[in-house]
C-alpha cells in the first residue's frame, strides 16, 4: 500500500531554526485507510540515528518523534510508516529541518544599535541602515543565518535581500520571548569579502501601537541580533555576526512607524550600501547594547509575506498633481509606487478604506486614532516619498502597515499609469483551508469577504481591524471558529496564546490585547481602560480548546492550561469577594447563589449593539470631544476616567456571568481531556453554581429573561443557561424580538457568530434564513449591496450615501461562514473528537437554495460535501478523508455512517416550513 503524506512538523511544514528539543510529527494517512493500528518512525540528527520500532498507537497528529534531544544546528530527518486495517504502507517521504541555535551560549554576535545621542521623536525616527563585514577563506558546503530584533528589521548579504519575511521578526511579548528567523544563505556567500546589512525601524517595539498610540511600550531603544554560520567541508565553521565593529547610518527612511507611516528620500539611499565595497554616507560606529531577558526561540506560526499583488480597477484624476486609485478589494499591507516623476518631487500616498461620500477624495475616518486624540504629522496612514529621478528606485514602504482599498497620490506630475501603482497585501502566510459555493451567488461572495476579512486581520497576531489599533484584542475569542474554517490557525493560534500567557498578570488577569505594549503602565498610562473583561479575557480559555478542537493538540491545552486556571480562579475570586452597589443596597443580606455572579469591574458589554439598553454617559463628557487633540488631552484624559467610572457603576451581572459560566464549563472538559480528574469534577461544580446563580437572577418566575434582548437570549441557548425545559420558550422568544426589531439583527461583536446557528439549531432555521439573505439595513447583504469588500465593524459601516462608521475590515460579521459551513452545506465538528476524525455532515437546505458545496482541508485530509435538491429528490455527495469517519444525517432524518472514501446519499427533501429544510 501507499505511504502517509504530508509530514508535518509541530504546526507547520519542516522548516528551518527550530528551537524546540524535542518536536511532535503529524502526517496524513494513506488513502482509503480507515484506522491506523501502529506507527514507526525512524530518523537521523546529525550522526544519530534511531528508529522507534511499532508503537501501538492511533495517533497520527502531534506525536512525540521519538528520537534524542536535539542539539543546536543539527540536521533532522524522519520518515513514518503505518500498520492500518488495510495493511502495512511503505515509507513515507522524509520531513527534514535543522535546529535553530537554543542555548544563550550559542550566540557569540551581540546585540548592536545605532548610536543615538537622542532618540527622535515617535513617528520621526529612522528605519537605520547597519553594516558588518566579514571574511570566508575557503569553499564552504552550507551557510545559515539566524537574525531577530527589538524593532523590525529587513535582512541583506552581499547586496541582495534575505529571506521572504516581511516585518520580522514579528509582534511577540517581548519581555518573554523573541522569535529568531533562520535562513538558508548558502548561495549568497562568496568566497573573500562579504557584508550583512540590515534596515532597521521602531516596529511595534517601540513605535506607536494599540489604540493609545503612545511610543516605547518595550522598550526606547531598537537592537539587532544577527548570527551567520558558514560550514566548510572539514566540519569547521566561519561565524560572523553583529558586534562593534559593525556601522550604522541614516538611508533613505527618514521615519518609520506603523501609524505615522513611512518618510523616505530615495536620494539619500547609499549605493550599494549592503554589499562589499567602499560605500557612502555618513556612518557611525553602533551601539552594542545589553541583552535582552527574553528568550529567543522559533515561532509556531508562519511568517508574515506579501500573499498578493493588486493592480488598480480604476484612477481618477480630479485635480492637477492630485490621483485617486482604487484597488477594487481592501487589503492590509502597503502600496509600491514607481515611475516617481523627476528627481526631487516630493509625493504623499494617503491609503483609506473608504471614498468620501461624494466619491471625490479618500476618506480615511476609519484610520483615525481611537477617541481622535492623536494625528500624524503626515496625515492619517500617509507616506511620504522624494523621488530619486526617472531613473530612480520604486517606493516601497516596507516597515509600516495600512488598511485600505482607496489611495489618493499628491504630488504626482502624472498621468499615474496602472501599470506604476500596485496594491500588496501582506499578512499571515495561513494555508488556505475553507471553500464553499451555493446556487446563490451573493452568498459566494460574502464567503469570500469573509475570506479577506480574516485574511486581513491575521498579521503575526489576530488584529481586532487593519486601520485604527492594529492590536491582538482577545476577541479573537469570539472570531476563531470562523477564521479556522478559512485558514489554518493551529500555529497563529498557539503564538498568540504564548503572548498572552506571557502578558497575564500574576493574579490570573489577561489583558485585553497581546501582546500588550505598555506592561506595567496599563493601570497607569493615559487613556487606560481596565483589563480582564468578560467576554474578552475569556479566550485564554476559548480560543485553546476551540483551537483543540479543530488540530487535536492536547499539548496546547497542556501549555495554557495554568493561563486558563488562573483566569477563571480570578473571576471565582472576585465573584466571591465583590457586590455591585446596586444589589448590595437592594439585599444587604447576600443570597447565597450570589458569591458565583460576576456583577462588579469594568465590561464593553454587548459592544456596538444596535440597540442597547438606553442609559447615558456621564454628564461630565467635555463639550470639546469631538474635535481632534493632537498635543495634548487632557480633556480626553478626564473623558476616560469618568467612562471607567459610568462602566464600572453598571451591573453587568447578565453578561458578564453567562461568560464566567461558559469559562468554568470548558474549562472542565479542557480538565477531562487532560486527564485531570479532580480538577474535571471542581470546575464542573463551580460551572453548575454559576449557572445556578444566573438562573437564580435572570430567570423570571413565568420562565422569560429579565435582560430581554436578542444577546441575551443567544447566551442562554448557546452556553446552556437555561434549563431544558425552557430552550424552546427562550428561542421563540429569541425569534419574537428579532421580529419586533424588523426581522433585523440586534446583536453586538459578542454574539453576532452565534445568531445564525443557535436559531437553526432551536426550530427557527427559517428565520435564520431570512436573516441571512436579508437586504437593507443591519444585514449581512448591506456590505454587497453597499460595495464592501470586508466585513465592517458595525452592521451599517457603509450606509447607502457612502457614508461610513468606524473600521472596515472586522471580522465579527465574517462569522457568516459558520452557518455556510455547517448548516447550508452541513460540515461541522463532532462535539467530542477533535480535528475532524469523527465530523457529521447535515445539510440543512433552505433559502430557495437548490444546491452547495464545501470543501474543508482538516488535519486528516480534505473533506468534500456537496448537495442538490432537483425534481423531488434530495442528493448528497461526501468525500471522507483516510482515518477519519462522517455521520450523515439528511433532510428526512435518515442517518448513515460513511468511512474513507467518497459515498453518494439521496432522499426526499423535508417539507417546507418543517424547519428541517
Given at each position: 500500500?501507499s505511504?502517509p ?7 507547520r511544514?519542516?522548516a528551518?531554526g527550530?528551537t524546540?528539543r ?6 496524513r494517512?494513506p488513502p482509503g485507510?480507515?484506522?491506523q493500528r501502529?506507527?514507526?518512525i ?5 550522526d ?9 498507537s492511533?495517533?497520527?497528529l502531534?506525536?512525540p518523534?521519538?528520537?534524542p534531544l536535539l ?8 520518515a513514518v510508516?503505518?500498520r492500518?486495517d488495510a495493511?502495512?504502507?511503505?515509507w ?5 529541518w535543522?535546529m535553530?541555535?537554543?542555548?544563550p ?7 548592536i544599535g545605532p548610536?543615538?545621542a ?9 528605519g537605520?541602515l547597519?553594516?558588518g563585514?566579514?571574511?570566508v ?20 548579504l552581499n547586496?541582495e535581500?534575505v529571506?521572504?519575511a516581511?516585518l520580522?521578526p ?5 519581555r ?6 533562520a535562513?538558508?544563505v548558502t548561495?549568497?556567500?562568496?568566497a573573500?569579502a562579504?557584508v550583512l546589512?540590515a534596515v532597521l525601524s521602531d516596529g511595534w ?7 493609545h ?9 531598537t ?8 560550514d566548510?567541508?572539514d566540519?569547521t ?9 559593525w556601522r550604522?547610518?541614516?538611508g ?8 505615522d ?19 557612502e ?5 553602533v ?8 528568550r529567543l526561540v522559533?515561532s ?6 506579501r500573499?498578493?499583488?493588486l493592480r488598480p480597477v480604476a484612477i481618477?484624476?480630479p485635480?492637477p ?7 477594487g478589494?481592501?487589503?492590509g499591507?502597503w ?8 528627481r526631487?518631487t516630493?509625493?504623499?500616498?494617503t ?6 461620500p461624494?466619491?471625490?477624495d479618500v476618506n480615511t475616518?476609519s ?7 492623536y494625528?500624524?504629522?503626515?496625515g492619517?496612514q500617509t507616506d511620504?516619498?522624494v523621488?530619486a529621478?526617472?531613473d ?6 516596507r ?6 482599498r ?24 495561513l ?7 451555493c446556487?446563490d ?12 476579512t480574516?485574511?486581513n ?7 481586532a481591524?487593519i486601520?485604527?489599533?492594529l492590536?491582538?484584542w482577545t476577541?479573537?475569542g469570539w472570531?476563531?471558529r470562523?477564521?479556522r474554517?478559512?485558514?489554518?490557525v ?7 496564546l ?10 490570573g488577569?489577561v ?6 505594549p505598555?506592561?506595567p503602565r496599563?493601570l497607569?498610562a493615559r487613556?487606560?481602560?481596565?483589563h480582564?473583561?468578560?467576554g474578552?479575557?475569556d479566550?485564554a480559555v476559548v480560543?485553546?480548546?476551540e483551537?483543540w478542537?479543530a488540530?487535536?493538540d492536547?499539548g496546547?491545552l497542556?501549555?495554557q492550561y495554568?493561563?486558563?486556571t488562573a ?5 471565582a475570586r472576585?465573584?466571591r469577594?465583590?457586590?455591585?452597589p446596586?444589589?448590595r443596597?437592594?439585599?444587604p443580606v447576600?443570597?447565597?447563589h ?5 456583577d462588579?469591574?469594568?465590561h ?14 456621564s454628564?461630565r463628557r467635555p463639550?470639546?470631544?469631538g474635535g ?11 473623558f476616560?476616567a469618568?467612562v471607567?467610572e459610568?462602566m464600572e457603576?453598571?451591573d453587568?451581572a447578565?453578561f ?5 459560566h461558559r469559562?468554568?464549563?470548558l ?9 485531570k480528574?479532580?480538577?474535571?469534577e471542581?470546575y ?13 437572577e435572570f430567570?423570571?418566575?413565568d420562565?422569560?429573561l429579565?435582560?430581554d434582548t436578542?444577546?441575551t437570549?443567544?447566551?442562554?441557548l ?6 431544558e425545559?425552557?430552550r ?6 429569541l425569534a ?18 452565534l445568531?445564525l446557528p443557535v436559531?437553526a439549531?432551536n ?7 431570512e436573516l441571512?439573505l ?7 447583504m448591506s456590505?454587497?449591496?453597499?460595495g464592501?469588500?470586508t466585513f465592517?465593524?458595525?452592521w451599517d459601516?457603509i450606509?447607502?450615501n457612502g457614508a461610513?462608521?468606524l473600521?472596515l475590515?472586522?471580522?465579527t460579521r465574517?462569522s457568516?461562514v459558520?452557518?455556510?459551513h455547517?448548516?447550508v452545506a452541513g460540515?461541522?465538528?463532532d462535539p467530542e473528537l477533535?480535528a475532524y476524525r469523527?465530523?457529521?455532515v447535515?445539510p440543512r437546505?433552505?433559502g ?8 474543508y ?5 480534505r473533506?468534500?460535501?456537496g ?12 468525500t ?6 462522517a455521520?450523515v444525517?439528511?433532510p ?12 453518494a446519499?439521496s432522499a426526499r427533501p423535508?417539507p417546507a416550513g418543517?424547519?428541517?429544510a
Amino acid at each position: 500500500m501507499s505511504a502517509p503524506t504530508d509530514l508535518r512538523l509541530e504546526h507547520r511544514p519542516a522548516a528551518l531554526g527550530l528551537t524546540e528539543r524535542s518536536p511532535r510529527l503529524s502526517w496524513r494517512l494513506p488513502p482509503g485507510t480507515r484506522t491506523q493500528r501502529a506507527y514507526r518512525i525512524r530518523g537521523r540528527a546529525g550522526d544519530r540515528s534511531w528508529d522507534t520500532g511499532w508503537v501501538a498507537s492511533d495517533r497520527s497528529l502531534f506525536v512525540p518523534f521519538g528520537g534524542p534531544l536535539l542539539a543546536s544546528r543539527e540536521p533532522v530527518r524522519c520518515a513514518v510508516r503505518v500498520r492500518t486495517d488495510a495493511g502495512t504502507s511503505a515509507w513515507s517521504e522524509p520531513a527534514a529541518w535543522e535546529m535553530g541555535l537554543l542555548d544563550p551560549d550559542d550566540w557569540a554576535a551581540a546585540w548592536i544599535g545605532p548610536a543615538e545621542a537622542e532618540v527622535p521623536p515617535a513617528g520621526l525616527r529612522p528605519g537605520y541602515l547597519l553594516r558588518g563585514e566579514f571574511t570566508v577563506d575557503r569553499p564552504i558546503v552550507r551557510a545559515r543565518v539566524y537574525a531577530t530584533a527589538c524593532g523590525l528589521y529587513e535582512l541583506f548579504l552581499n547586496g541582495e535581500r534575505v529571506g521572504d519575511a516581511e516585518l520580522a521578526p514579528g509582534f511577540t511579548a517581548y519581555r518573554d520571548h523573541l522569535h529568531v528567523q533562520a535562513y538558508d544563505v548558502t548561495a549568497a556567500v562568496r568566497a573573500g569579502a562579504n557584508v550583512l546589512g540590515a534596515v532597521l525601524s521602531d516596529g511595534w517595539f517601540r513605535g506607536r501601537t494599540s489604540f493609545h498610540r503612545l511610543p516605547d511600550g518595550f522598550g526606547d531603544r531598537t537592537a539587532l541580533l544577527v548570527q551567520l554560520h558558514a560550514d566548510h567541508e572539514d566540519g569547521t565553521s566561519t561565524v560572523a555576526g553583529t558586534g562593534p565593529r559593525w556601522r550604522a547610518a541614516v538611508g533613505a527612511v527618514k521615519a518609520a512607524d506603523f501609524f505615522d507611516g513611512v518618510a523616505a528620500d530615495l536620494r539619500d539611499e547609499p549605493a550599494g550600501w549592503s554589499a562589499p565595497g567602499p560605500v557612502e554616507g555618513g556612518w557611525a560606529p553602533v551601539a552594542v547594547r545589553e541583552r535582552p531577558a527574553a528568550r529567543l526561540v522559533s515561532s509556531p506560526a508562519p511568517p508574515v509575506r506579501r500573499l498578493q499583488e493588486l493592480r488598480p480597477v480604476a484612477i481618477t484624476r480630479p485635480e492637477p498633481g492630485r490621483h485617486i486609485v482604487d484597488f477594487g478589494q481592501n487589503l492590509g499591507g502597503w502600496v509600491r509606487l514607481a515611475g516617481l516623476g523627476p528627481r526631487g518631487t516630493v509625493l504623499s500616498l494617503t491609503h483609506a478604506e473608504a471614498l468620501t461620500p461624494d466619491g471625490t477624495d479618500v476618506n480615511t475616518a476609519s484610520g483615525q486614532a481611537t477617541l481622535h486624540w492623536y494625528t500624524p504629522a503626515r496625515g492619517i496612514q500617509t507616506d511620504q516619498v522624494v523621488s530619486a529621478g526617472p531613473d530612480g528606485p520604486a517606493f516601497e514602504p516596507r516597515h509600516t502597515r495600512h488598511g485600505f482599498r482607496y489611495l489618493r497620490v499628491d504630488g504626482h506630475p502624472g498621468p499615474l499609469t496602472a501599470d506604476a501603482v500596485t496594491a500588496v497585501a501582506v499578512s499571515s502566510d495561513l494555508p488556505r483551508t475553507g471553500w464553499f459555493r451555493c446556487s446563490d451567488e451573493r452568498l459566494d461572495r460574502l464567503h469570500e469577504i469573509a475570506y479577506w476579512t480574516y485574511r486581513n486581520q491575521a498579521c503575526d497576531v489576530p488584529t481586532a481591524e487593519i486601520t485604527r489599533e492594529l492590536a491582538g484584542w482577545t476577541d479573537f475569542g469570539w472570531n476563531i471558529r470562523g477564521a479556522r474554517l478559512l485558514n489554518d490557525v493551529s500555529g497563529l493560534s498557539a503564538k498568540w496564546l504564548a503572548d498572552l500567557a506571557a502578558d497575564q498578570w500574576p493574579d490570573g488577569t489577561v489583558r485585553n490585547y497581546a501582546p500588550d505594549p505598555l506592561g506595567p503602565r496599563s493601570l497607569t498610562a493615559r487613556f487606560a481602560i481596565p483589563h480582564g473583561q468578560a467576554g474578552f479575557g475569556d479566550a485564554a480559555v476559548v480560543v485553546p480548546w476551540e483551537t483543540w478542537r479543530a488540530y487535536g493538540d492536547d499539548g496546547l491545552l497542556e501549555r495554557q492550561y495554568p493561563s486558563m486556571t488562573a483566569w477563571v480562579d480570578r473571576v471565582a475570586r472576585i465573584a466571591r469577594e465583590r457586590r455591585h452597589p446596586d444589589r448590595r443596597a437592594a439585599r444587604p443580606v447576600p443570597a447565597p447563589h450570589e458569591e458565583f455572579l460576576w456583577d462588579t469591574g469594568y465590561h464593553f458589554g454587548e459592544h456596538l449593539e444596535p440597540a442597547p439598553p438606553q442609559r447615558p454617559v456621564s454628564p461630565r463628557r467635555p463639550a470639546s470631544l469631538g474635535g481632534r487633540r493632537t498635543t495634548w488631552a487632557t480633556d480626553l484624559d478626564s473623558f476616560t476616567a469618568a467612562v471607567v467610572e459610568e462602566m464600572e457603576s453598571r451591573d453587568h451581572a447578565a453578561f458578564a456571568t453567562a461568560y464566567f459560566h461558559r469559562s468554568a464549563r470548558l474549562l472542565s472538559r479542557i480538565a477531562g481531556v487532560l486527564g485531570k480528574t479532580g480538577d474535571a469534577e471542581r470546575y464542573g461544580r463551580l460551572a453548575d453554581d454559576v449557572r445556578a446563580a444566573w438562573q437564580a437572577e435572570f430567570i423570571t418566575a413565568d420562565g422569560g429573561l429579565a435582560c430581554d434582548t436578542q444577546a441575551t437570549h443567544l447566551r442562554a441557548l448557546a452556553y446552556g443557561l437555561v434549563p431544558e425545559a425552557l430552550r424552546a420558550r427562550t428561542a421563540d422568544r429569541l425569534a419574537e424580538l428579532i421580529r419586533a426589531a424588523g426581522t433585523r439583527p440586534g446583536t453586538g461583536l459578542p454574539t453576532t457568530h452565534l445568531l445564525l446557528p443557535v436559531l437553526a439549531d432551536n426550530g427557527h432555521l427559517d428565520l435564520a434564513y431570512e436573516l441571512l439573505l436579508r437586504r437593507g439595513p443591519r444585514s449581512w447583504m448591506s456590505v454587497i449591496d453597499n460595495g464592501g469588500t470586508t466585513f465592517w465593524e458595525t452592521w451599517d459601516g457603509i450606509a447607502p450615501n457612502g457614508a461610513t462608521m468606524l473600521a472596515l475590515n472586522m471580522p465579527t460579521r465574517a462569522s457568516v461562514v459558520e452557518f455556510l459551513h455547517g448548516h447550508v452545506a452541513g460540515v461541522r465538528l463532532d462535539p467530542e473528537l477533535p480535528a475532524y476524525r469523527r465530523f457529521r455532515v447535515e445539510p440543512r437546505p433552505g433559502g430557495g437554495l437548490t444546491w452547495a458545496e464545501v470543501t474543508y482541508d482538516c488535519p486528516y485530509g480534505r473533506i468534500e460535501a456537496g448537495w442538490r435538491s432537483e425534481r423531488g429528490r434530495f442528493s448528497l455527495e461526501v468525500t471522507v478523508p483516510p482515518g477519519t469517519t462522517a455521520e450523515v444525517v439528511l433532510p428526512d432524518g435518515s442517518r448513515a455512517e460513511a468511512g474513507p472514501g467518497a459515498h453518494a446519499f439521496s432522499a426526499r427533501p423535508a417539507p417546507a416550513g418543517s424547519g428541517v429544510a
